[in-house]
């Protein structure tokens, strides 16, 4: 029998109003035991230019962290070639294929969903969420845009207060980082798209 694996979860990420959020639970759980309560799954890369949140296996989480920052390193902060060159490796690479985790990351232009099959995904209405509780906080953090005039950071705090409240393996020890943005093109043009896609 594979023994349990620690696991990181929920991560929300929203952007309006100038502000770009990415919030973060602390809970790390192996099998149905808590085993820490304020772990660190958002942080900052790249001269605080980046953040990045990470859910799924901690080890496998780390691992693509840890990658994604060479890329970054690589690339020069640019988080568009970052993203496609962990996406390539992750695709091509026997080992980083296992890997159970998702990546959130953004910069004050861009929000990039990184998935476990090396897909890269720009959400259209600059909502996304990952783990186990992604759900809850993306619907949570939906209905907050759509009703509410709160801040970025807000709603992404409080998206994730309401997928701590339905999901045991989310808790409401919440880290929220923050970036402004800059003036994109105008809504609704970027739609989803991969990463081929959004390279020149």
């Known amino acids: 029998m594979r023994a349990a694996r620690p696991h990181a979860t929920t991560i929300v990420a929203v952007k309006r109003g100038g502000q770009v959020a990415i919030a973060g639970d602390g809970q790390v759980t192996v099998g149905d035991v808590v085993m820490k309560h304020r772990a660190g799954k958002v942080r900052r890369l790249f001269h605080d230019e980046i953040i990045v949140g990470f859910a799924g296996a901690v080890a496998d989480a780390f691992t693509l962290f840890d990658k994604f920052e060479q890329q970054l390193e690589k690339h020069q902060g640019n988080?568009?070639?970052?993203?496609v060159g962990l996406s390539r490796e992750w695709r091509t690479d026997r080992y980083?294929?296992?890997?159970?985790?998702?990546?959130?990351?953004?910069?004050?232009?861009?929000l990039l969903l990184l998935s476990g099959d090396g897909e890269?995904?720009?959400?259209?209405?600059?909502?996304?969420?990952?783990?186990?509780?992604?759900p809850y906080a993306h619907a949570a953090a939906r209905a907050l845009v759509q009703n509410t005039e709160l801040t970025a950071p807000e709603v992404a705090r409080r998206a994730l207060q309401?997928?701590?409240?339905?999901?045991?393996?989310?808790?409401?020890?919440?880290?929220?980082?923050t970036l402004d943005t800059i003036d994109e093109a105008p809504a609704g043009t970027a739609g989803e798209k991969t990463a081929a896609e959004s390279l020149p």
Do not use: F, K
């Open 162 to 177: 309401i997928a701590a409240s339905l999901c045991i393996y989310t808790n409401d020890h919440i880290t929220v980082q």
């Open 96 to 110: 980083l294929r296992h890997l159970e985790a998702m990546l959130l990351v953004a910069n004050s232009s861009q």
């Open 120 to 134: 890269i995904i720009e959400p259209d209405d600059d909502v996304a969420a990952i783990g186990s509780g992604g």
């Open 79 to 83: 988080l568009l070639r970052a993203a």
